[in-house]
């Protein structure tokens, strides 16, 4: 499970619930003061509730769905827990140099960056490894630049 995925489903159960990962743990904060609730973000398997709260936790708003999402996220790998950036592959200047694959065939055009169903624009490192192995896809992989994408 992806950090991105179990916060999704925590502000889902409840809006008493935020998340803090600023010290690097998956920190669930209720009513925006009490960090009840925690994944260690450097141990693999290391989920605890804060000491304070550990007898009233189960009468926490969905305390049990909160748990298995949290139980979830402990046990995925470290490495598997970030998603993965993507980068837009820039083939040349100017606003429309951008590599595109179609979706529906995976003909390639060089185009804007927007992405929509029909067009991927942003790559992972790996779809990029893969798209440099492919004979249909005239770009010499020297030349072209990587530009990371903001937030999506």
């Known amino acids: 499970m992806k950090y991105s995925e179990a916060e999704k489903q925590i502000k889902a159960l409840s809006s008493e619930y935020d998340i803090d990962m ?3 743990d998956f920190n669930v904060v209720h009513n925006r003061n009490v960090e009840l ?3 260690d973000g450097y141990e693999r398997y290391k989920l605890d509730i804060n000491s304070y709260y550990k007898e009233s936790f189960s009468n926490m708003p969905f305390s049990s769905m909160l748990y298995m999402i949290l139980s979830e996220l402990a046990v ?3 490495d598997e827990r970030v998603e993965e950036k993507k980068k ?3 083939v040349y200047d100017g606003e429309f140099g951008y590599l ?3 979706n529906f065939t995976g003909n390639m055009i060089v ?3 927007f992405e929509g169903n029909s067009y991927k624009t942003k790559f992972t490192d790996k779809d990029i490894e893969q798209l440099k192995q492919r004979d249909d896809i005239p770009l010499d992989w020297n030349k072209v630049t990587f530009e990371e994408v903001e937030d999506e």
């Open 76 to 78: 995925t790998p470290l």
């Open 100 to 102: 595109n694959i179609d």
């Open 22 to 24: 600023e010290d690097g």
């Open 37 to 39: 609730i925690y994944v």
């Open 111 to 113: 185009t804007d960056k």
């Open 88 to 90: 837009y592959v820039k």
